[in-house]
């Protein structure tokens, strides 16, 4: 049974949505609004605060760094390597190139917090 049968039978046998698999997400907007809430800093100050943490994790990141962030986890970097697949509407054998992409491996503490 696949994930989504899962969801959908845990909703209508309990009538509610688990946690686990809410539909409302916490967007940028949100983020800042409950960031100068929660500080109580003016969200001018809360954006600011989140921009220099997105660019200065993205330019360490960029220089090959890993950023590790007490009791929120590590962003780094992972290389895959290249490797040869298939084409699904040809069926025809491709080369996947090699790429670097970030990564994000929460700490034990927010693994923690969620159970």
Same mark, same amino acid.
């Given at each position: 049974?696949? *994930?989504?049968?899962?969801? !959908?039978?845990?909703? +209508?046998?309990?009538g509610i949505t688990?946690?686990?698999c809410s539909e409302p997400r916490?967007?940028?907007?949100d983020l800042i609004k409950r960031m100068a809430q929660l500080s109580e800093l003016p969200q001018a100050t809360c954006r600011s605060f989140l921009e220099q943490l997105?660019?200065? /994790?993205? +330019?360490? $990141?960029? @220089? &090959? @760094? *890993?950023?590790?962030?007490?009791? $929120? &986890?590590v962003f780094e /970097?992972?290389?895959? $390597?290249?490797? !040869? &697949?298939?084409?699904?509407? *040809?069926g025809?054998?491709? +080369?996947i190139p090699m790429r670097t992409l970030p990564a994000f491996k929460p700490a034990t503490q927010l693994k923690d917090a969620l159970k």
């Open positions: 049974m696949q *994930t989504h049968q899962l969801l !959908s039978k845990a909703r +209508q046998h309990y688990p946690p686990f916490m967007n940028r907007t997105q660019a200065t /994790i993205s +330019q360490a $990141l960029h @220089e &090959g @760094e *890993t950023v590790y962030v007490p009791k $929120l &986890g /970097i992972r290389h895959h $390597l290249p490797r !040869s &697949g298939r084409n699904p509407q *040809t025809a054998t491709i +080369q």
